[in-house]
């Protein structure tokens, strides 16, 4: 096991809904903003969504509206609800702890999404 384990990928139609969910360990998810990431054949990773500490959130503008971003300080998990999915959601999703201040930069191993047209 890592740092980051994700889980909740899958194969769903268009129009369906995946939740994404990422544990950290527990010494530094408090600490950490933590964003999902996805890669697709041929294009280059991009930011999906992002949330602070604090609970500050950014997203994409492809997935505004669709996605949302959470964080359960308990938990120390991060999920991405997605709703109605496209064809082009289709990636790898990865999860992302950062911490800035420290340069410290971590991914998960990546989970397969998948949506049918």
């Known amino acids: 096991q890592g740092l980051l384990v994700e889980s909740g990928g899958g194969l769903v139609q268009a129009g369906g809904s995946l939740r994404l969910s990422c544990s950290a360990s527990r010494s530094i998810f408090s600490i950490s903003t933590m964003g999902w990431y996805r890669q697709a054949p041929g294009k280059q990773r991009e930011l999906v969504a992002a949330?602070?500490?604090?609970?500050?959130?950014n997203y994409a503008d492809s997935v505004k509206g669709r996605f949302t971003i959470s964080r359960d300080n308990a938990e120390n998990t991060v999920d991405l609800q997605m709703n109605s999915l496209k064809p082009e959601d289709t990636a790898v999703y990865y999860c992302?702890?950062?911490?800035?201040?420290?340069?410290?930069?971590?991914w998960g191993q990546g989970t397969q999404v998948t949506v049918s047209s």
């Open positions: 992302n702890l950062a911490i800035p201040a420290l340069d410290l930069n971590y």
């Open positions: 949330i602070t500490k604090g609970g500050s959130t």
